[in-house]
């Protein structure tokens, strides 16, 4: 079974540019996690969906910060306009709908804010 | 909130070394605990889990009790291999509707020949 897709898996851009995320989570998934991994603050949850739907995006740092869940099968984690700090590592994982079922997370994509 | 704690590293024990990594946490409810690791330019996956009070989780010679009474769930394993370096995040997941993961802030562990 194909895991946790996510794209690009390293994207480098200047400061101001609009940054798209992209994520595929695994087939009959039905909770998506986008986190970020940084050397100073560890892996941080910025926003959860359950069945399509945001419940919790209190870890989304900024307004310039936005993430989509249009399908089952997609989720997007915009960034605009993108600052040097943003410069991290950014994770997506899909669960199966049961609390004692680990996340599956997607190898990440590297992204470079210059 | 939720919390974990975890033995901070980097962590550097030779091949066939004796390896604990301790865990402790604060969770409201009961949680699900579980053990990740994250090789060099990987996502995080899943070592081992335990999903109720003294269940074992173990794999890949890695071994975490569920010690409800010391909310502690410490990684052991008793010789280590260079294959072994990696970073492992301690994480009690809620149980309920809402399958928030505490992550730890991860210990690296380097193994040397």
């Known amino acids: 079974d194909a895991g946790v897709i996510q794209s690009p898996r390293h994207e480098v851009t200047e400061m101001g540019q609009e940054v798209t995320l992209r994520c595929k989570p695994i087939s009959g998934h039905n909770s998506l996690f986008w986190y970020r991994q940084t050397m100073m603050r560890g892996l941080e949850l910025l926003i959860y969906f359950n069945n399509n739907v945001p419940i919790d995006d209190s870890g989304m740092p900024e307004d310039r910060f936005s993430a989509k869940m249009p399908n089952a099968s997609f989720s997007t984690l915009k960034i605009q306009p993108s600052e040097p700090r943003d410069s991290a590592v950014y994770f997506c994982?899909?669960?199966?709908?049961?609390?004692?079922?680990?996340?599956?997370f997607g190898d990440g994509t590297r992204l470079s804010i210059l | 909130g939720d919390s974990v704690t975890q033995m901070e590293g980097p962590v550097t024990l030779s091949e066939e070394a004796f390896l604990t990594i301790n865990c402790t946490y604060t969770a409201t409810g009961y949680p699900s605990l579980f053990w990740y690791v994250q090789y060099p330019g990987e996502g995080l996956q899943l070592l081992l889990k335990a999903t109720k009070a003294d269940d074992k989780g173990s794999n890949k010679g890695f071994e975490a009790t569920y010690r409800k009474e010391t909310t502690s769930f410490h990684l052991e394993k008793g010789s280590v291999q260079v294959s072994d370096s990696a970073v492992y995040f301690c994480?009690?997941?809620?149980?309920?509707?809402?399958?928030?993961?505490?992550f730890g802030t991860g210990t690296k562990l380097q193994v040397i020949p």
């Open positions: 994982a899909s669960i199966q709908g049961r609390s004692n079922q680990p996340q599956h």
């Open positions: 994480a009690p997941q809620n149980s309920g509707g809402y399958q928030k993961v505490t």
